[in-house]
C-alpha cells in the first residue's frame, strides 16, 4: 500500500489475506480521559459537554472543545431530551406507616379481557394496614372522574383515608382527582416512575389477583366478569389467610384493629413467624 500507493482490499486481494485480519479495530484514545467523563457523566446526568469539560479542566484534563465533543460523542454520554409528560408529585411529606385501618390505601389498575378480547380494566383499593381489599371495579374504561365517584363511596363506607399511594397513571394525575384530594384533604403520594416496589401492598394484591383469579377465569361479559370479581372479593377479604396477618383474613384484623387501637400490624403475625421476617430468628 505505501510502495504501490493501492487500497487495502486491493493489497489483501493480491497477497491472498482476509481483509478481517487487516481491519482491526484501534484501542480508543485518551483512555484516562475517557474513564474521567464517564465518572462525572454517571454523577450529573444532565450535565453537557461544555460543563463536563469544566470538571476535567478542574482534575487538570485541559483540551480543545472539538476535542472535548468528539469524546464525549464516542463515549454515548449526550443528554437525552425529555419528552415526557408533566407528573403530578402529590405530598412531599414522608410516606406514613400503616399502623390502623385508614392510616394508607393504595390503588393501582389491571387489565384483562372478557368475550371476544375485549378490554377490561380493574381498579383495586386496599387497606394497606390490615391488607383489605375494599373494592374491585371492574369495566372497559374507567376515568378520573370514575375514580374520584368510587372514592367517594368508599369514604362513605370506611371513613376518609389519611393518605392514597400509587402510580403516575393519567387516571390518577387528573384533575379530578387532584381536585378531590384537595376538597378531601388527602395526601397523596406518587411513588417514582418505575419503581413499583414503591407501592408493594398493592403490586402484592395485583400478583394474587392475576395467579389466583384472572390467570384461572374466563369471562364471557362484563356483567360476568363483575360478578366474579365480587365473588372473588369476598374469598380474599372473608376467607383467604394471610400469612403476612398471621394467617387470619383482612375481614378479622379489621375487626381486632377496631376492638384495640393499639394492636399493630406486627401484632398480628404469630412470635414465631415475626422473628423470623425481622430476622432474628434462622431455620
Not at 65 to 70: E, F, S, V
Not at 124 to 134: G, P, S, V, W
Request: proline content about 5%; charged content about 30%; overall charge positive.
Amino acid at each position: 500500500m505505501r510502495d504501490y500507493e493501492i487500497s487495502q482490499r486491493r493489497a489483501c486481494v493480491l497477497i491472498g489475506v482476509a481483509p478481517k485480519t487487516v481491519r482491526r479495530e484501534r484501542p480508543p484514545d485518551h483512555a484516562v480521559i475517557r474513564e474521567a467523563m464517564r465518572e462525572i457523566a454517571g454523577v450529573r446526568r444532565r450535565f453537557g459537554y461544555r460543563r463536563v469539560g469544566v470538571m476535567l479542566e478542574r482534575k487538570g484534563h485541559i483540551m480543545n472543545h472539538k476535542k472535548l465533543y468528539r469524546l464525549y460523542r464516542e463515549e454515548g454520554l449526550s443528554v437525552r431530551r425529555r419528552r415526557g409528560r408533566k407528573r403530578a408529585r402529590g405530598s412531599r411529606t414522608p410516606m406514613p406507616v400503616p399502623l390502623r385501618p385508614n392510616d394508607r390505601w393504595s390503588m393501582d389498575f389491571v387489565a384483562d379481557t372478557f368475550g371476544a378480547s375485549r378490554r377490561l380494566r380493574i381498579l383495586a383499593i386496599n387497606d394497606d394496614a390490615c391488607r383489605e381489599n375494599l373494592c374491585l371495579v371492574g369495566d372497559t374504561s374507567i376515568s378520573g372522574v370514575r375514580v374520584a365517584r368510587e372514592l367517594d363511596t368508599l369514604v362513605r363506607l370506611y371513613g376518609k383515608p389519611a393518605c392514597i399511594v400509587s402510580d403516575n397513571g393519567t387516571e390518577f394525575t387528573s384533575r379530578a382527582i387532584l381536585k378531590w384530594a384537595s376538597e378531601n384533604r388527602v395526601e397523596w403520594h406518587y411513588i417514582d416512575p418505575g419503581k413499583p416496589q414503591q407501592n408493594a401492598f398493592i403490586e402484592s394484591f395485583n400478583g394474587s389477583l392475576r395467579d389466583e383469579f384472572l390467570n384461572e377465569e374466563l369471562f364471557d361479559s362484563l356483567a360476568d366478569a363483575r360478578r366474579k370479581l365480587a365473588v372473588w372479593r369476598y374469598d380474599y377479604n372473608n376467607v383467604r389467610p394471610h400469612s403476612s396477618l398471621g394467617n387470619r383474613t383482612p375481614a378479622q384484623a379489621r375487626r381486632a384493629f377496631l376492638h384495640d387501637g393499639s394492636v399493630t400490624p406486627d401484632a398480628l403475625v404469630p412470635v414465631e413467624q415475626h422473628e423470623y421476617q425481622t430476622g432474628r430468628l434462622s431455620l
